[in-house]
């Protein structure tokens, strides 16, 4: 399942918003719808973000039309900012919007129409960079699962979330296609409900069995012993392992802590952020009242309520056991050992 793919300066995206009722694939063809379906979460999820990104600067190159080249900068840098303001948090944007530019300005000799197709190109790597890099999170975390387990995961780390196979979601696909008999417990992830809407969803296209329950019943099922383990995505990383993830994780890796389940975050080393020390430095993005407010545009919260909606929250070193990365499994203590990933 691919959330996107790329030909001839248009990029098609499955329309998240609209999963699982309809699959609709949108075209788009200039940098601002991009920067706009990134903004409106028609596509998310960090990697994914950041491979889209990556064509955004792609298909703005391409319409700058000039025989200057410090003009053709000039607008790059615009457009690379632009599509840089569309979400905060997530790491993978800025490195991916930087990884393209920064191909342009090394090779800044060559013709303007040489450095357009090397931005593409760039794209298209990292495209299927993506891919192998969560195959290789897959192969690693699978070591960690054993037979029988019951997985929890938060939010969609999945395909549809990456370029394909997914981050949380790969983990738990190669556990199963190496034939552990493995179940998913599905937090619902409240309020853009990409538990229900898009892991539960996509988990079953594969026939991978998944059980949904809403957030605020994952402390219940782990006091059952019905948990054991927990599996989720990142969307950036500091040095000293605190992880930003999908509001509500924190409360699920506390609750895993308590319970005495590992509680592991899978990730491409690119969501790791090396300028950061720690999580206090990571922005998290706020947005809008209308999610909590209302469910499918039908209000259910009085009108003029105070709403406060944070997208992610920051989840504290001691509560992870492991970070499952494409280049292998980072143990405490991460303020060692997560700078010997970069
Ligand atoms: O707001 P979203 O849907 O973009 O948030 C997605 C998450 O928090 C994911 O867990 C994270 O990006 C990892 S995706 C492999």
Redesign the pocket.
């Known amino acids: 399942m691919k959330p996107l793919e790329y030909c001839n300066g248009v990029l098609k995206l499955i329309d998240q918003t609209l999963l699982p009722g309809e699959q609709k694939i949108v075209e788009l063809k200039s940098y601002a719808k991009v920067a706009d379906a990134i903004k409106d979460?028609i596509v998310?999820?960090?990697?994914?973000?950041g491979v889209t990104a990556a064509y955004g600067v792609a298909i703005a190159s391409k319409a700058i039309n000039t025989d200057s080249k410090d003009e053709f900068f000039t607008d790059l840098v615009k457009v690379c900012d632009i599509i840089k303001s569309t979400?905060p948090t997530?790491v993978n944007l800025f490195w991916a919007v930087d990884r393209v530019y920064n191909k342009a300005v090394s090779n800044r000799d060559k013709s303007i129409e040489e450095i357009k197709n090397l931005i593409e190109e760039e794209a298209h790597l990292m495209e299927k960079e993506d891919i192998e890099s969560n195959r290789s999170i897959g192969r690693f975390g699978n070591e960690l699962i054993k037979e029988n387990w019951t997985i929890l995961t938060?939010?969609?780390?999945?395909a549809l979330?990456?370029c394909d196979y997914?981050?949380?979601l790969g983990v738990i696909r190669a556990a199963h296609e190496s034939g552990k008999n493995i179940r998913v417990f599905a937090d619902e992830t409240r309020p853009?409900l990409?538990g229900s809407r898009l892991t539960a969803w996509e988990l079953m296209q594969d026939n991978i069995p998944v059980t949904l329950i809403c957030d605020n019943m994952a402390g219940h099922f782990m006091k059952e012993g019905l948990i054991d383990c927990v599996i989720?995505?990142?969307?950036r990383i500091a040095l000293n392992g605190d992880t930003a993830?999908?509001i509500g994780?924190y409360s699920v890796a506390v609750l895993a802590k308590e319970n005495n389940i590992p509680f592991y975050v899978a990730?491409p080393t690119t969501?790791i952020d090396f300028s950061i020390e720690t999580g206090k430095q990571i922005p998290i993005?706020e947005r809008s009242p209308d999610e909590i407010t209302h469910i499918k545009g039908v209000r259910i919260a009085p009108e003029g309520v105070n709403v406060k909606n944070p997208?992610?929250d920051v989840t504290p070193n001691k509560y992870i056991s492991a970070i499952i990365t494409d280049k292998g499994i980072i143990y405490p203590p991460y303020n060692e050992n997560i700078e010997k990933y970069k």
């Open positions: 979460m998310r999820g960090a990697p994914a973000i979400r997530a938060h939010c969609n780390a999945g979330a990456t997914g981050t949380a853009y990409q989720v995505g990142a969307d993830n999908k994780t990730a969501t993005e997208a992610f």
